[in-house]
């Protein structure tokens, strides 16, 4: 069936309406200084999903894949909230949780259903113990392990860029906000 809202375009959609939504709401110093210590941090779990991740060979289930099966996925989560909450937009930031299950629940489907046809005990075992997306009480307790199997010769070139784009646009909102309190008069 075809969808309208995937993964694929979830993050296009988003920047798109942080964008708009500039120009219709405002924010305070907190809210900036949240919104940026949300992207970071996303933006670092995006890093260290990266580093840990060995596709389609193991079963990841060490580091920062102890604390929950999709760690990436969360890392994504926290930069599009990052990017609502730099838009002022308090009703974007409610509605993205929605849109996020919608985008993103199908495709973690797909995957937990290749992982369990792949690793069926070992999977059967972490998906009892390892939170999907979103790590819980638990699972916090093996913050400790957070680095374990961390390489940074698996974070390539193309995932900085991505955290460069990231902290490009985080920032491009914080510049229109910027320019709409001083008038777009130049006077930065």
Not at 15 to 41: C, D, E, H, N, Q
Not at 122 to 142: A, G, L, T
Not at 147 to 173: D, N, P, Q, W, Y
Request: include cysteine.
């Amino acid at each position: 069936p075809l969808r309208f809202l995937t993964r694929k375009n979830l993050r296009d959609l988003v920047i798109g309406l942080s964008l708009l939504s500039t120009i219709a709401f405002s924010m305070g110093i907190g809210t900036i200084i949240f919104g940026f210590v949300v992207l970071a941090l996303g933006c670092f779990l995006h890093v260290v999903s990266k580093g840990v991740l060995i596709r389609d060979v193991v079963l990841c289930d060490k580091g920062i894949y102890s604390l929950v099966r999709h760690p990436y996925y969360l890392a994504n989560y926290l930069i599009d909230v990052s990017f609502c909450l730099l838009s002022g937009n308090i009703f974007l930031v409610l509605a993205y949780p929605f849109l996020f299950f919608w985008a993103y629940g199908p495709t973690i489907r797909k995957e937990e259903k290749v992982l369990l046809a792949g690793h069926h005990d070992s999977f059967m075992r972490d998906s009892m113990e390892i939170p999907q997306v979103f790590p819980d009480r638990s699972s916090v307790q093996n913050l400790r392990s957070f680095f374990i199997g961390f390489s940074f010769h698996r974070v390539t070139l193309k995932e900085c860029a991505r955290i460069m784009k990231f902290v490009g646009t985080g920032t491009l909102l914080l510049f229109i906000h910027q320019a709409k309190l001083d008038g777009f008069n130049g006077d930065f």
